[in-house]
């Protein structure tokens, strides 16, 4: 983990607060991007890079805790809260919404650091998910329109004669625009086919049996 | 004529009245023994007036035709006199019963019941005595005219006047019985019956004894007459003497009585025979009308007597009366009702009955209170008013209002004290919770305010606190690296310190908004700072039941003080004490002394409750030995006597308990 592969956003509007992370999180070998209030980071351009997201209950303009409700349908990262004085309704309220941690102020480095790690970790795995589903969408996107009619068919599991039937084609035409959906879709096997489906969230309209009857 | 026709009486009761009046007329006949001397008692002049008092004027008519033919007819069987004589007689006999009825009725109040004395001598006089004027002199003149019974208008007069009035006498008041008691609604009691039984032989055997000459003298009467009269007024007067008239006839007629004599003689004896019955008559009617209204007098007394009773006994409210002195003389039905028991069957010797109905309704606690507070208005004269406790009859103690004040007589002297208790429990019960609402209230309120300001202090202190160890943990972070970078430690040590300052900035900051202001401080008399807290204190005081004994050292100098700070810090001592109390028996009294030592005035608050444990902690904040207290009360009292330039400390108390002792010195120098 390096100071270029990832970043850490403080939301804090007491300044002290902000430097001393800022200084904390620097001896730690982390890069930093402080913001003094909700809307100065709704706003702001941030780097696209694996981050964690350290916030305030108590800010100037919203709720910590509204923030966190505004921006979960965004790709936002996950958040650490830090607050003055915590209740147990905000704390479960945070962490049934998604949060890492909820620390008191003062909270100590290794709590801190501990949420911060898990939380980037976390962020890692969904960019490396969300940009594994990006370079399907894009083979999905370079199918022709006959292929993406001959791809939901076959990982239904019809025959290629029923699929041939379906579409009203010969079998050799559609084992021609089967292999190759195989070969832009860049499946190895009809089991990768399958799943890469499954994550595109492609509709399996036909089974073998209904085609049957 | 229409209307006259209309009122036309039945004929059953003209009737009647025609037979009525011949039977009158032949009992005058017989009573007129010696032919020539006229008629001695004229029944029917009674009968006549009696019927017309009670019959509406416009129904007269018939009774005048019913009279004219009865009279007539009696002419016929008995007087033989000429028919215009006769006839003219009538008219004067007729005249005198519309004359006297029509005086009667415009003078006493319809329907003419002759129940007051005003009433019967005004018939009386108007009916027995100027109605009969009109057929005396109507009948004498036509005597003398007709020349009848040789008789001048002179002599003929008074005989005729007598004997018509004493018709009236005997007759009227018999016949407005028999009218008015038709229907015979009046029972008597089998008492009466037998009073009436053993009184109407013993009146027979005197008048027969008497009026038949084997007594010398016919007043004898008397006695038994007015018996009849007290005892059965109108009625009895009306039959007896119907009675002693008819007795009398037959013994005069028979010659018997001493009323009966010889020719020469008779005329005069006959007088005194009209007179016999006039007087009998006249006294037992006046007797009857006294014994009525006398009757009527009581009746009405024991009524509203009743009523009064009934009213004071059903009050809703609980009503008493003593003498001069105190002693009970009467307990109203709701009195006794709520005690349980009546307190004049409290029987002991005089003047410590008293006593002894309060010891054993009074509260033991406001015992004391009553008795001063009575026995001063019982010295003075002085209205009583107040509230204390008294024992309900199921030894519930309730609050009760007590007002009483003196019944004085002309001369101004007391006759009686009256007094009444009013039950209050529900409203003491109301107010003492509405008081006890608005102290939760208040606390409530303080302890919110308190927690608010707890909470932003808390606040402005964690926000550099965190800042502080999130550098210290940099600042050790940059320390401990491979290669230590000092420049960068150096820096967040500088934060640390920039910090921890504005911490402690917050701090001294909330405690100048704490700090006592001395601007407002004034040379003031201490017992008078004194009085007023203990006035603050008393009802609170009163409800703990705790006595508060003052003693301020007179001559005290003025002291240079805050007025509200210094009571703020009497009450929150006196409050102490009496809380410290609150759990024990015995009596609970706090004592406030002020005096002089020195240069300062010195002042103690002293309890005797269970004293204190930790006498060096409490004045701490938020130390604190009660149950729901903040524990910033004494902290906040010593903070003020402090600022004073005092000192405030505790003491034990002798033998148990805590005083509270604080000293404001006195500044000689302050400008007033």
Not at chain 1, 85 to 92: A, E, Q
Not at chain 2, 366 to 393: C, I, M, N, W
Not at chain 2, 597 to 616: C, F, K, L, N, Y
Request: aromatic letters at 8%.
């Amino acid at each position: 983990m390096t100071a270029g592969d990832h970043v850490i956003f403080i939301v804090d509007d007491d300044e002290r607060v902000r430097e001393a992370l800022g200084e904390l999180l620097a001896s730690h070998d982390m890069r930093t991007i402080a913001f003094a209030s909700a809307g100065d980071y709704v706003s702001a351009d941030k780097p696209d890079v694996p981050a964690c997201l350290v916030l305030d209950v108590e800010l100037p303009d919203i709720n910590g805790l509204d923030l966190q409700k505004q921006i979960r349908e965004g790709n936002h990262p996950p958040i650490v809260f830090i607050t003055g004085h915590g209740d147990i309704p905000s704390s479960v309220q945070a962490i049934k919404h998604g949060a890492v941690d909820f620390l008191t102020k003062p909270f100590s480095d290794a709590d801190l650091m501990s949420a911060i790690r898990a939380a980037i970790a976390q962020d890692r795995e969904i960019r490396s998910e969300r940009a594994e589903l990006g370079v399907l969408r894009q083979r999905y996107l370079d199918l022709t329109p006959r292929e993406r009619e001959v791809l939901p068919l076959v990982v239904s599991g019809l025959l290629n004669k029923q699929a041939a039937a379906e579409l009203g084609i010969s079998e050799v035409t559609l084992q021609i625009h089967r292999r190759n959906v195989m070969q832009k879709m860049a499946a190895a096997s009809l089991a990768d086919l399958v799943r890469f489906a499954e994550k595109l969230q492609i509709p399996v309209t036909h089974s073998r049996r209904a085609g049957n009857t | 004529v229409k209307r006259v026709w209309s009122h036309r009486p039945q004929f059953s009761h003209l009737g009647l009245f025609v037979a009525a009046y011949v039977l009158g007329c032949g009992f005058a006949q017989s009573l007129a023994i010696v032919p020539g001397t006229g008629i001695s008692v004229w029944p029917p002049s009674g009968l006549f007036i009696a019927t017309l008092v009670l019959a509406s004027p416009l129904s007269w008519p018939w009774w005048v035709l019913g009279g004219c033919l009865a009279e007539l007819f009696g002419n016929v069987l008995w007087f033989h006199s000429p028919l215009p004589a006769a006839f003219l007689m009538y008219i004067g006999n007729a005249l005198e019963a519309m004359v006297g009825a029509w005086l009667v009725n415009q003078t006493c109040r319809r329907p003419v019941r002759l129940e007051t004395l005003r009433e019967v001598l005004a018939s009386l006089v108007l009916g027995a005595g100027i109605a009969p004027i009109a057929s005396a002199t109507v009948g004498s003149a036509t005597l003398a005219w007709f020349g009848m019974q040789s008789q001048t208008f002179a002599a003929a007069w008074p005989l005729w006047w007598i004997g018509d009035s004493t018709g009236v006498l005997i007759v009227a008041p018999l016949a407005l019985v028999v009218f008015q008691n038709w229907h015979g609604e009046t029972e008597l009691s089998a008492a009466r019956w037998v009073e009436a039984s053993v009184l109407g032989l013993i009146f027979l055997a005197v008048a027969a004894l008497s009026l038949s000459g084997y007594l010398p003298f016919a007043y004898i009467i008397m006695p038994p007459l007015l018996w009849a009269a007290v005892r059965f007024e109108f009625r009895g007067a009306a039959v007896t003497l119907t009675l002693l008239a008819l007795i009398t006839a037959v013994f005069t007629i028979s010659g018997a009585s001493q009323f009966a004599g010889d020719p020469e003689s008779q005329k005069q004896k006959q007088v005194m025979l009209q007179l016999f019955l006039a007087i009998s008559a006249l006294s037992a009617l006046i007797v009857a009308a006294i014994s009525r209204q006398h009757h009527r007098a009581v009746l009405t007394l024991r009524q509203s007597e009743r009523s009064l009773r009934e009213l004071v006994e059903t009050l809703p409210t609980l009503i008493w009366c003593t003498a001069p002195d105190g002693k009970p003389i009467y307990f109203s039905q709701q009195f006794r009702d709520f005690v349980g028991f009546n307190p004049e069957g409290k029987d002991a010797a005089g003047a410590s009955r008293l006593v002894d109905v309060l010891k054993a309704i009074i509260h033991p606690d406001d015992l004391d209170t009553v008795d001063k507070l009575f026995a001063h208005s019982l010295a003075t004269g002085e209205p009583y008013a107040l509230k204390h406790r008294q024992r309900r009859f199921d030894g519930q103690y309730r609050w009760i209002q007590t007002r009483a004040a003196a019944m004085r007589n002309g001369d101004g002297a007391i006759v009686q004290w009256n007094g009444v208790c009013l039950d209050i429990e529900d409203q003491v019960r109301a107010q003492d919770e509405l008081r006890l609402a608005q102290e939760t209230h208040l606390h409530a309120s303080r302890a919110a305010s308190l927690a608010e300001l707890s909470a932003s202090i808390a606040h402005e202190v964690n926000q550099p606190l965190a800042a502080i160890v999130t550098n210290s943990h940099a600042c050790q972070r940059w320390l401990t690296a491979d290669t230590p970078n000092i420049e960068r430690a150096q820096k967040t040590v500088e934060r640390v310190i920039r910090d921890a300052n504005s911490a402690a900035e917050v701090i001294s900051r909330i405690r100048a908004l704490f700090k006592q202001s001395v601007e407002t401080r004034n040379a003031t008399p201490f017992g008078n700072v004194i009085a007023e807290a203990h006035d603050l204190m008393a009802e609170e005081a009163a409800r703990r039941r705790v006595h508060i004994d003052v003693c301020i050292e007179s001559n005290l100098p003025p002291v240079a003080l805050d007025r509200v700070q210094i009571q703020q810090v009497l009450v929150n001592l006196v409050r102490n004490g009496m809380e410290a109390m609150d759990n024990i028996g015995g009596d609970r009294v706090l004592r406030i002394c002020a005096r002089q030592m020195g240069d300062a005035v010195r002042t103690e608050i002293s309890d005797h409750g269970r004293g204190i444990e930790s006498p060096d902690r409490i004045f701490e904040p938020f130390v604190t030995t009660k149950q729901h207290g903040m524990g910033m009360g004494l902290a906040i009292c010593r903070s003020i006597i402090d600022s004073h330039g005092g000192r405030l400390w505790t003491e034990k108390s002798n033998p148990h308990g805590a005083t509270f002792v604080f000293t404001l010195p006195i500044e000689t120098e302050v400008a007033l």
